[in-house]
């Protein structure tokens, strides 16, 4: 572990003791807590719109073309993932509410049950007998009745901490808040790999050239090739993306972005390949 002096404050990348042992802690939950949501839309984004603009440039079908259909898979993708994961977090959330009435309801009429299978959950852990026992004894006094909901949710049913405590403390969840985050990420990464098919018609325009619909020959389109340059903005953004994830986890930078690139380019590799084979065969 690295730890950095400044002045009377000991830094390192967990958190900051300050003098006379107050510690501040570096936890990331605000944001942190969307992260899974933004990944998981963003790759799809990125990946499954290349895919479906590199497949169609292949048919020489026209750039404007290339465009029509890549927002089209980018519009309607960007709906479909933030819908699915709305109603799938969702779905979590009323699972975790269930049982939360169930807990809760054995708690009230059959106490000893519940605090003989915490007392064996946790003796598996390694705590001796008497002192799980005493510590669920303790736990399960009516003025700690939601703190022993609580850990029964997480230790015996394995329901994620922060459901619980939304549910215990009766905070309001907001699953349309992750299905947004999903929905942001997959238009704002997944437009990227069109930006190079965009830009040549762009400077087309400016130009004063008739756009592209597939009709011209192929010699009459732009010298530079958008789908490199839709290659590179895909490349660069998988990167971009593994480095945001090393930085929510305290992992290694580089080594994120280089796992995100290597299992995106499969991905697209795989999902072009696919495409190609059919095409042949059809």
């Known amino acids: 572990m690295s730890y950095q002096r400044i002045g009377d404050h000991t830094h390192h990348q967990y958190g900051t003791i300050a003098p006379h042992g107050k510690h501040t802690e570096g936890h990331k939950l605000g944001a ?8 998981y839309g963003g790759m799809d984004g990125v990946v499954s719109v290349f895919v479906s603009v590199a497949t169609v440039e292949g ?19 960007a709906i479909s993932m933030g819908v699915g994961d709305w109603m799938s977090t969702q779905a979590e959330v ?3 509410v269930n049982e939360k009435r169930r807990e809760t309801w054995e708690c009230d009429n ?3 049950g519940e605090i003989e299978e915490m007392v064996e959950l946790y003796v598996q852990k390694g705590l001796s007998e008497p002192t799980a026992r005493r510590l669920f004894e303790i736990f399960s006094r009516p003025q700690h009745r939601d703190l022993f909901v609580e850990m029964m949710m997480v230790d015996e049913l394995g329901i994620l901490p922060e459901q619980v405590y939304y549910l215990i403390y009766h ?22 790999p069109l930006l190079g098919y965009i ?11 008739p756009l592209n619909t597939g009709s011209e020959s192929e010699t009459d389109r732009s010298s530079v090739e ?4 839709s290659l590179g903005l895909t490349i660069a953004t998988l990167f971009f993306m593994g480095m945001l994830t090393g930085r929510f986890t305290g992992s290694s930078l580089l080594k994120g972005g280089f796992k995100t690139v290597l299992f995106g380019c499969i991905g697209a590799a795989l999902g072009w390949g696919m495409s190609f084979v059919l095409h042949k065969l059809s």
Request: aromatic share 10%; with cysteine.
């Open 32 to 39: 942190g807590k969307y992260i899974k949501s933004m990944i």
């Open 59 to 77: 048919g020489n079908v026209g750039i404007a073309i290339v465009i029509i259909l890549g927002l089209a898979k980018l519009l309607s993708g």
């Open 94 to 96: 009323d699972n975790a």
């Open 110 to 112: 059959y106490i000893e």
């Open 171 to 192: 905070i309001t969840q907001t699953p349309w808040k992750h299905g947004l985050v999903n929905f942001g990420s997959f238009l704002a990464f997944g437009c990227l």
């Open 199 to 209: 830009g040549i018609v762009a400077i087309d325009r400016l130009n004063g050239k």
């Open 226 to 229: 958008p789908f490199l340059v």
